[in-house]
């Protein structure tokens, strides 16, 4: 069974960039088409960050345009993982960072257990 | 974007009871050429992640427990739980996937009374 592993430091200062890696174990980064970050703050609700489509050998990628200047999604088959960046960080940002993946947008099952991210100085 | 707002913020059922839950969209999430409702609910509980329940408004996931059923079409879709359950204390989401960015409503509570 595919489980998905969130990473990466738990603090980060304010104006520094976020950088999370999610984990692929029990299988391939190469087995789902749909890769995507979806993050929450405390006590609060989703929002979705971006996610990585692969068809064939062409790969789309769309961010959610309230952080489109600052993030990118990539996919590292050989390190069978999939990262994060989020620059020039606030205390907004703070949240649980996880990373999902599925066939589609309509069909994302499979989570991370989700990472906390805090943005303080 | 499109804004997913659902109805109530919260709400508390007897055990063996039903629990609703409602979503409206700001635009349609029908997709005409396929007759489709871009439109998901998950679950989730304390410390979790999220849960897919249902997709396409009305496909409930596989394993996902028969007594939750979606309905719905273009903007407004309900989440129904029949003969609500104690492992069904938690938060619910709708989704929608019709119009990047994807959104979602502010989550639902649902606890037992």
């Known amino acids: 069974q595919v489980q998905l592993q969130e990473s990466g430091p738990g603090l980060v200062k304010p104006s520094e960039t976020l950088s999370l890696i999610c984990t692929v174990s029990g299988g391939s980064v190469s087995d789902s088409p749909y890769w995507t970050w979806i993050r929450q703050p405390p006590g609060k609700g989703l929002e979705y960050i971006g996610f990585v489509f692969s068809s064939g050998n062409r790969g789309n990628t769309h961010y959610n345009p309230s952080l489109k200047s600052r993030v990118t999604i990539s996919v590292d088959t050989s390190k069978n993982h999939l990262s994060l960046e989020l620059s020039s960080v606030t205390a907004a940002d703070t949240a649980v960072y996880y990373c999902?993946?599925?066939?589609?947008?309509?069909?994302?099952?499979?989570w991370g257990q989700g990472t906390l991210v805090t943005v303080s100085s | 974007d499109i804004v997913m707002t659902q109805s109530p913020d919260s709400l508390a059922v007897s055990l063996g009871e039903r629990a609703t839950i409602n979503c409206k969209s700001s635009q349609s999430v029908l997709y005409s050429p396929n007759n489709k409702n871009y439109l998901g609910w998950y679950q989730q509980k304390p410390g979790q992640p999220p849960k897919l329940l249902i997709y396409?408004?009305?496909i409930r996931e596989s394993g996902v427990p028969d007594r939750f059923s979606g309905s719905g079409s273009g903007t407004d879709f309900t989440l129904t739980i029949n003969s609500l359950q104690p492992e069904d204390v938690a938060v619910y989401f709708c989704h929608q996937y019709a119009s990047a960015p994807w959104t979602f409503g502010q989550g639902t509570k649902v606890e037992v009374k």
């Open positions: 999902a993946r599925g066939i589609d947008a309509a069909k994302v099952k499979t």
């Open positions: 396409w408004a009305s």
